[in-house]
């Protein structure tokens, strides 16, 4: 079981063909890394030497089985091969089925190891929605392959940039679908797990902000009654039970007065609202962290960039930021 000071950290290779390898080989290049974990690459030798050649990085690869056989020295990608291409058919930057099954093979042996608790947490890659269809992988993205693999029901998404931490009521649906979701039940439940959430985190009494909807959150009625009506009866709800929880406050200043330390996290009401908010902030440095997982999984906010992979243009700013934000956090997710 993982219970070195140092935690492991799965990093999945993602997509062959994207710029996963490239991000990854740079950021193991980085000595900080190691000063806070152990990370563990899961994918293809050939393909992380690739990364090397274009990256130019003078890293040794040495293939472990297991996430304890590993050495942890910077100067050094411990990797687990699944050895899964053809690699001779790899194209930098073009939509391929066998990169799409390979990119979630790198995933599944990720959740794996998490659930047998070689592995504190997951760090991932990006992966591509068009690869995967072409690989018939049953899944358009990370957070649908997680909920399956590990049985959970619905993760809750949270992104974390410097002081800001933003939760979502509504992810991937249209803005009038989730207007329509939008209810004081939902409200009221998704205060609790952000909460759980945040203790989880290691967030003491936590202070959860519920951004509006409307402009101004709908002056009272004014500009819009889902405020009126859904949004603040939720907040009372969850205030009667105990929560921590203020709102609705305008969305063009909740996220300014979380950054400044006014909230412990907000919760955006849809996606557009928390992403623009996060990025704007920082967009190299927003992470997601994946919570109502069994483990801990941290991810990039950014694609697979197929239009710059095997260039060496792309930035590890956001990766470095992934891995190390898995081991601030790792810990409280021992058992």
Known sequence: MVNQAKAHIAIPMGDPAGIGPEITVKSLAKAEIYDVCKPVVVGHTEVMKKALAVTHTNLEINEISEPEE????????DMINLDNLNIDHLEWGVVQAQCGRAAFQYIKKSVELALEGKVAAIATTPINKESLKAGEVPYIGHTEMLEDLTNSRDPLTMFEVRNLRIFFLTRHVSLKDAISQMTKERVFEYIGRCEEALKRLGVENPLIAVAGLNPHSGENGLFGREEVDEIKPGIEMAVEKGYRAVG???ADSVFYQALQGKYDAVLSLYHDQGHIAAKMTDFERTISITNGLPFLRTSVD?????????????????????????????????S
Do not use: Q, W
């Open 70 to 77: 590993g050495k942890y020295e910077h100067g050094t990608i």
């Open 302 to 334: 950014h694609g697979t960039a197929f239009d710059i992979a095997g260039k060496n243009i792309a930035s590890s700013v956001s990766m470095e930021e992934c891995i190390k934000l898995a081991a601030k956090y790792a810990p409280n997710f021992r």
């Open 248 to 250: 609705p406050v305008p």
